[in-house]
């Protein structure tokens, strides 16, 4: 809201910085896959006692990331050739 | 397209963002301080509320200009679009549960019959944790996204006959203070979580929210195509919008620090 606003170049630069905006165009996707590769990486620290949770955490929303982005990419070339037809 | 349309569902897209980084982090169990809480403990309550708050924001918008006609089409377009990827983080989830689906007994009916509410995405309904957080625990905010999205034509309809005007003010502060209330008369109350958080009728409210504001946008008539008179109306949102999601984070905060939530053998999925 504040980006459309016209009137905070601070609000703009932070709403409409890439890299948050390639995170909101995935979100539903994200959301949906992040808590599992969450409870996949504890399983596996857990399983091979390795430390460096914040490591733990990195692998797992990178990799909600990388699975998420193609998903939303299939997901939306699926809409538009629906739309043509 | 041009830069300003552009930008304009960039800004959307970037709170989205915000949102699912916040409720990402908030999973983060591990990350803790020097006294062992939760780093990011209470953001995710907060990053639902302007999840919610931007779907009926944002459904307002949309359906003014695209009436919506047929609301079983309009369900199952919606239901099309996310229940694929909901169905394969199901089976995902699936090795999580073996010993509950494999099992024998009570366990075993459980955990079957908490998959068949889950694949009809009705576990929200059911005031147990074990339950609305089986499988994949976030998939909750789908379950209860199915019940927003039938009741979407209702709002888009109603919401503009309830809140013309300055009723709109009015209208955001009986939604508010229903919700406060509703917060103070159910903490002690047995499934707390359920009530205050969960449950679809009361999150409802917080769709209703976002669509009120649409409506207050509607109402001043400011085209979508200008930019000036949109830049004006959403500045003059722009306040509400964070107020309100601040708000609804403090109520969140308020029950999330309850023992009776905090004990509980599940970990937190907002």
Redesign the interface.
């Known amino acids: ?7 905070s170049s601070l609000a ?1 630069a ?4 890439h ?7 995935i ?10 590769a ?2 996949y990486t ?1 399983y596996l620290w857990q399983r091979f006692h390795l430390p460096c ?2 490591l ?2 990195a692998l ?2 990178g990799a ?1 990331v990388a699975a998420a982005w193609p ?1 939303q990419k299939w ?1 939306v070339s699926i ?1 538009s050739r629906r739309q043509e037809t | 397209m041009n830069n300003t349309r552009t930008e304009k569902i960039d800004a959307f897209q970037g709170l989205r963002g915000f949102a699912i980084l916040m409720i990402a982090l908030s999973h983060c169990g591990g990350l803790t301080d020097e006294s062992g809480g939760k780093l990011f403990e209470y953001v995710g309550a907060a990053g639902v509320s302007l999840f919610i708050l931007l779907s009926g924001y944002l459904a307002v918008l949309r359906h003014t200009r695209r009436p919506i006609t047929d609301k079983k089409a309009y369900l199952f377009g919606k239901l099309r679009k996310f229940y694929p990827l909901y169905f394969v983080t199901l089976l995902i989830s699936l090795p999580f549960a073996w010993r509950s689906l494999l099992g024998v007994g009570t366990a075993a009916w459980k955990g079957w019959a908490n998959l068949l509410l889950n694949m009809l995405q009705v576990q929200t309904w059911v005031p147990k944790q074990s339950v609305y957080f089986s499988f994949n625990a976030v998939s909750w905010y789908l379950s209860l996204t199915v019940f927003l999205v039938w009741m979407t034509p209702w709002m888009v309809r109603r919401a503009a006959d309830l809140f013309r005007g300055r009723r709109v003010g009015w209208g955001l502060f009986a939604i508010f203070a229903a919700e406060f209330i509703w917060c103070v008369l159910m903490s002690g109350a047995p499934a707390v979580h359920w009530l205050l958080y969960i449950a679809p009728p009361v999150r409802l409210l917080d769709y209703l929210a976002g669509g009120v504001y649409a409506t207050s946008f509607r109402n001043r008539r400011i085209s979508l195509s200008g930019r000036g008179r949109m830049a004006s109306g959403l500045h003059w949102q722009r306040w509400h919008m964070w107020s309100s999601t601040d708000l609804i984070g403090r109520a969140c905060r308020r029950y999330a620090a309850m023992p009776a939530y905090g004990s509980s053998p599940t970990p937190c999925c907002s």
């Open positions: 809201m504040a980006a459309e606003s016209g009137k703009r932070v709403f409409t910085n890299v948050i905006v390639f995170l909101g165009n979100s539903f996707e994200l959301f949906l896959i992040h808590q599992l969450i409870r504890e949770p914040p733990q955490y797992a929303l909600s998903w997901s809409k």
